[in-house]
C-alpha cells in the first residue's frame, strides 16, 4: 500500500507556517528570557555529569565541584543561543518528508515511549513490545500527515538497558523511510545506534551532512541535568548529530504552580541544555524541547490532556520563536482510556492550539492517550486524520484575483449556480480537506457501523496484512544485524503480523 495521500500533502506535505495563536504578549516574551538569564546566573542548575561540568567549567561557568552546581553567566548563554543553529533538518531517507525546523514552521510526529498499547485484535491494554516499535513505524509510514516517527512505545520484552536502543532505531527504519527521533535509554546503546546510522548513510561525513536520526535526552526538572543524559548530550553534541534537550516542569510539583512560572522553567531548563551543547561543540545542533503540563489537583499526578498543556506549549513556542532556536514541542495528547469521545476533542483542541502557535515540530500529537502511558493504533489513524483539519487551518484562505472569481461572479449574474464551471473543477479537490474518516452521508444512506472508528480499525487492519519488503536495503540490513547481534527479530518483522 502507498502512503496515503490528500491534496494538503500533494501540495506540501510539511513546513506550513503559523503565528495564528499568541497566549504571550510582547513583552511578556522578553521578560519570561531576562527572567531565565537571571535564573541561570544567579541560581544555576545541578550537573551530575563529569563530562558536561567539565564543559561547562571550560566554557567560562561558575562551577562548584562540591555542590555540583553550574551557574552560567548571562553572556555564555546569549553565546550558545547565537552559535546553535537557528535552522536544521530532519531528513527523511527518501525526501519526502523532510521537516525543517526554523521560525514557525510546523511539523508534526509520534512520541512519547508509551509502556502499552491497546492491542489491534483485543482493544485492550497490554504491555507494549519491539513487535509494536516496528508496526508504529509501518502504519505511520503510510500516514501522510505525520511527518517525523518519533519511536513512541517502549519494547518491554528487551531486558538488557544496553540493546534497547538499537532494537528500537533498527526496527524503526526498517519500517519507514521518514526522519526516526528516540529517546535513549543508555550511552553504549546510543552508540550503537550511532555506529548504526553511518553504515546505513555509507559515512559519518554523510550522517552529519544530512541526519535522519535525532535524539532526545532530558533536563530534569527542577533544573537538575544527570549523569546519563549529560554523557549522551555531550557524546551527540560531539558527533554533530540533532539532540532534543527537553524540559518537562509540572505546575505545582517540580515548578511553580503558574502558567507563566511554568514557561519560565521550560525556557531556562531547555536554555542550559542549548548551553550544554554548545559548550561541547559550537554550532552542534540543539533543539530546544517542551513537555510540561498541570496535575491532576486531586492527586497531583501528572496529566496528557489539560488545555492549559496546549497553553504552556504555545507559549514555549512563541519564546522559541523570538530566540530563533528549533522546537520541539507537545501535543494532542489526552487522557482518555479508550478511543471515544474525551480522546477526540482533548486531542484535536491541543494540536491545533500548538499547531497555530507555529511550534517547529510536535510530537506526541498522534496515538497517544492515558496521560502518556499507551498507544492506540486507531487513535494513530483518527489522530492523522485531526492533523489534517490543522493543516488546512494553517494553510489559510489564499485571496487573489483567482480565488475572489469577480469577474466569475460578474459574468454569471444573479440566480445562476457555478456547478458545471471550469473555475469550480479546477478548485474543488484543494480547496476543501475531505477526510477519510468521517462519516458525511446522511442517516438514511448509511450503513449502521460505518462510523470514524470503525473506519479507523479498518485502514489499521489493512496495513498489518499488507506485505511490505522492510525500508532497509537487504546488503545494508545484513551487515547491521552481523555487527550487532543483539538486535532481534520479531513476529511482525517489515512483513505484517
Not at 510582547?26 to 531565565?36: E, F, L, M, P
Not at 526498517?174 to 555506529?195: E, F, P, W
Not at 492527586?299 to 532556536?325: D, S
Not at 489513524?381 to 493543516?391: P, W
Amino acid at each position: 500500500m502507498e502512503k496515503m495521500e490528500t491534496n494538503e500533502s500533494k501540495q506540501k506535505p510539511c513546513g506550513l507556517k503559523a503565528s495564528l495563536y499568541r497566549p504571550l504578549k510582547v513583552g511578556d516574551v522578553k521578560k519570561i528570557v531576562d527572567c531565565s538569564f537571571e535564573i541561570l546566573e544567579r541560581s544555576g542548575i545541578a550537573v551530575y555529569s563529569e563530562t558536561a561540568w567539565k564543559a561547562f567549567d571550560a566554557a567560562g561557568a561558575q562551577t562548584d565541584q562540591d555542590t555540583k552546581i553550574v551557574k552560567l553567566p548571562k553572556a555564555l548563554v546569549e553565546d550558545a543561543i547565537a552559535s546553535n543553529p537557528s535552522s536544521l533538518t530532519l531528513y527523511s531517507r527518501d525526501g519526502n518528508f523532510d521537516a525543517v525546523l526554523e521560525k514557525n514552521l510546523v511539523h508534526y510526529g509520534t512520541g512519547g515511549t508509551a509502556i502499552y498499547v491497546l492491542d489491534p485484535d483485543s482493544q485492550q491494554r497490554r504491555p507494549s513490545l519491539l513487535k509494536d516499535v516496528a508496526l508504529n513505524a509501518k502504519i505511520v509510514d503510510h500516514l501522510e500527515n505525520i511527518h517525523v516517527f518519533t519511536i513512541n512505545v517502549f519494547p518491554n520484552d528487551i531486558e538488557n538497558r544496553d540493546d534497547i536502543d538499537v532494537n528500537r532505531f533498527f526496527h524503526s527504519l526498517d519500517n519507514t523511510t521518514k526522519h526516526i527521533m528516540g529517546g535513549i535509554y543508555s550511552l553504549a546503546g546510543c552508540r550503537q545506534v550511532v555506529q548504526m546510522a553511518k553504515i546505513l548513510a555509507g559515512s559519518p561525513e554523510a550522517l552529519r551532512e544530512k541526519p535522519f536520526v535525532s535524539f532526545i535526552t532530558l533536563i530534569i526538572s527542577p533544573f537538575k541535568i544527570d549523569k546519563d543524559y549529560g554523557e549522551i548530550t555531550c557524546y551527540l553534541a560531539r558527533e554533530s548529530l540533532p539532540v532534543v534537550v527537553p524540559s518537562e516542569p509540572i505546575c505545582g510539583t517540580t515548578a511553580p504552580v503558574t502558567l507563566a512560572g511554568n514557561v519560565l522553567t521550560h525556557i531556562a531548563e531547555t536554555l542550559a541544555g542549548i548551553a550544554l551543547i554548545q559548550s561541547v561543540r559550537k554550532g552542534a545542533p540543539g533543539i530546544c524541547g517542551s513537555v510540561g503540563s498541570i496535575p491532576d489537583l486531586r492527586t497531583m499526578n501528572h496529566l496528557g490532556g489539560p488545555i492549559e498543556r496546549a497553553m504552556l506549549n504555545a507559549a514555549v513556542a512563541q519564546v522559541a520563536q523570538y530566540l530563533e532556536i528549533p522546537l520541539y514541542s507537545t501535543g494532542g495528547t489526552s487522557d482518555a482510556k479508550d478511543v471515544g469521545i474525551q480522546a477526540a476533542y482533548e486531542s484535536a483542541m491541543s494540536s491545533l492550539l500548538v499547531a497555530m502557535s507555529g511550534a517547529n515540530y510536535i510530537h506526541d500529537i498522534a496515538g497517544l492517550m492515558e496521560s502518556d502511558l499507551t498507544v492506540s493504533y486507531d487513535k494513530l489513524v483518527m489522530d492523522n486524520e485531526i492533523l489534517g483539519m490543522c493543516q488546512r487551518v494553517l494553510r489559510g484562505i489564499e485571496v487573489n484575483d483567482e480565488t475572489l472569481a469577480v469577474e466569475l461572479m460578474i459574468e454569471k449574474g444573479p440566480g445562476r449556480d457555478y456547478l458545471t464551471e471550469e473555475h469550480t473543477l479546477r478548485h474543488m479537490r484543494s480547496e476543501f480537506f475531505v477526510p477519510r474518516l468521517a462519516n458525511r452521508d446522511k442517516r438514511q444512506t448509511m450503513s449502521q457501523d460505518d462510523d470514524a472508528l470503525t473506519r479507523a480499525s479498518s485502514i489499521v487492519k489493512h496495513l498489518r496484512k499488507t506485505p511490505t519488503p522492510g525500508c532497509l536495503p537487504v546488503n545494508i540490513k545484513n551487515k547491521i544485524l552481523k555487527k550487532f547481534p543483539q538486535i532481534r527479530s520479531t513476529s511482525m518483522g517489515s512483513s505484517g503480523d
